[in-house]
Nanobody, 137 residues
Framework: EVQLVESGGGLVQTGGSLRLSCAVS????????IGWFRQAPGKEREGVSCISTNDGTALYADSLKGRFHISSDNAKNTVYLQMSSLRPEDTAVYYCAVRPTGWGRGQITRTPLPLHDRLKATEYDYWGQGTQVTVSS
């Protein structure tokens, strides 16, 4: 069973930084796209950033470029989201999600998403429980 566990959320002041982690376990797939999403109260879930292991592409929501950075440690099956210069509007529950793209060392592959679809929540198959990030003013 695929499991994603987020950690690293918390309370931080405006201008502060946090690093979120997403540990993936139980994966039967070899390649994937893993994304970070967030949902604030009363708002829709929005894509924050994603990274794909098959082509190494990292994407960010336009409004977050320069403040957030995604990275991965494949040996630990963990993806990180470094968030800097945080603002009160960044307050939300942050989720990580994964979309498998390859199994059996390339024997079975899934058509990669076009770049403009990689931050769509509906394209992801497995989700973590989320971690709360609160930025105080």
């Amino acid at each position: 069973e695929v499991q994603l566990v987020e950690s690293g959320g918390g309370l931080v002041q405006t201008g502060g930084s946090l690093r979120l982690s997403c540990a993936v376990s139980g994966a039967t797939f070899d390649t994937y796209t893993i994304g970070w999403f967030r949902q604030a109260p009363g708002k829709e879930r929005e894509g924050v950033s994603c990274i794909s292991t098959n082509d190494g592409t990292a994407l960010y929501a336009d409004s977050l470029k320069g403040r957030f950075h995604i990275s991965s440690d494949n040996a630990k099956n963990t993806v990180y989201l470094q968030m800097s210069s945080l603002r009160p509007e960044d307050t939300a529950v942050y989720y990580c999600a994964v979309r498998p793209t390859g199994w059996g060392r390339g024997q079975i592959t899934r058509t990669p998403l076009p770049l403009h679809d990689r931050l769509k929540a509906t394209e992801y198959d497995y989700w973590g429980q989320g971690t709360q990030v609160t930025v105080s003013s």
